[in-house]
């Protein structure tokens, strides 16, 4: 008499995977920007734009929790961080802002083909590219699209232009915001909580006599100014610093930032 035994074996207890916990924010009254410089930094005017909107410069690429937005200006992959590539899509899913600003160093020219930028972006990367010749000989002219996501209340009269800027490509979720001439130069899109801003203008060119070049005009870092709040403007903050979309704001003194940090009227 032969027997033979068959050893099934239990299926496996069907359990949930654990949820992702949400990011640990830390606390802050005052927005805070941490930046990755490129080339002609200085030119863009950031510093005077996050003035106007109330934002202070600092934060840590190892510990983004105390970050509102972080602010790419014509910086090409090899600038950023290991720390900050390796948090950044984190960081903007679960309500932080990313701001990335144009040039010969960015986008497609910077490498962020194939980085963690390119899933963030609302731009089509293959085609973010900017040739080494003048974009537009005599000058794109920035207007605004028809209803932009926030107030554009500035002199576009004054007939600001751009002379290179890098092709920018809307994916699918990516709203036009600002264009020159005809084309998209500054999309935006929201990604998990987060919000992302892309911005094609490059600060070359020789302007002709006459000519006023976006980077002079006395509302660039206003303009600026308002697309990087928008940016951070869904990060659980604390009790931010009012945000006024004027052209004409006020910036905050220094004094005034140290108060709202500290809570003090």
């Not at 903007?92 to 930028?117: D, R, T, W």
């Not at 006599?209 to 303009?223: E, N, Q, R, V, Y």
Request: aromatic share 10%.
């Amino acid at each position: 008499l032969v027997v033979s035994l068959a050893l099934v074996r239990p299926a496996p207890a069907q359990t949930n995977a654990p949820a992702k916990p949400e990011w640990k924010w830390e606390k802050t009254t005052v927005p805070m920007a941490l930046e990755v410089d490129g080339i002609w930094y200085e030119w863009f005017k950031v510093d005077e734009a996050m003035d106007k909107a109330g934002v202070r410069k600092g934060g840590d690429a190892k510990n983004l929790s105390r970050c509102t937005t972080i602010i790419a200006v014509n910086a090409g992959i090899n600038r950023f961080p290991k720390e900050l590539l390796a948090n950044i899509r984190e960081f903007v899913s679960q309500g932080g802002g990313l701001v990335v600003l144009g040039g010969l160093s960015s986008f497609f020219n910077g490498g962020y083909k194939n980085s963690p930028l390119e899933e963030l972006l609302p731009i089509v990367m293959d085609d973010s590219y900017i040739e080494f010749y003048v974009t537009a000989e005599k000058g794109a002219r920035l207007t605004p699209v028809e209803k932009p996501d926030w107030p554009m209340t500035f002199d576009f009269k004054a007939a600001p232009l751009a002379y290179y800027y890098n092709a920018m490509t809307p994916t699918n979720n990516g709203k036009v915001q600002l264009k020159a001439n005809d084309k998209p130069i500054l999309v935006t899109r929201t990604f998990g909580k987060g919000r992302v801003v892309a911005c094609g203008l490059a600060v070359n060119g020789e302007p002709a006599a006459g000519a006023l070049p976006f980077w002079g005009w006395k509302d660039w870092p206003a303009l600026l100014g308002q697309a990087i709040a928008w940016a951070g403007a869904a990060r659980p903050a604390g009790t931010p610093v009012p945000f006024t979309a004027h052209p004409e704001m006020k910036p905050l003194t220094d004094e005034e930032l140290k108060a709202a940090e500290s809570g003090t009227p």
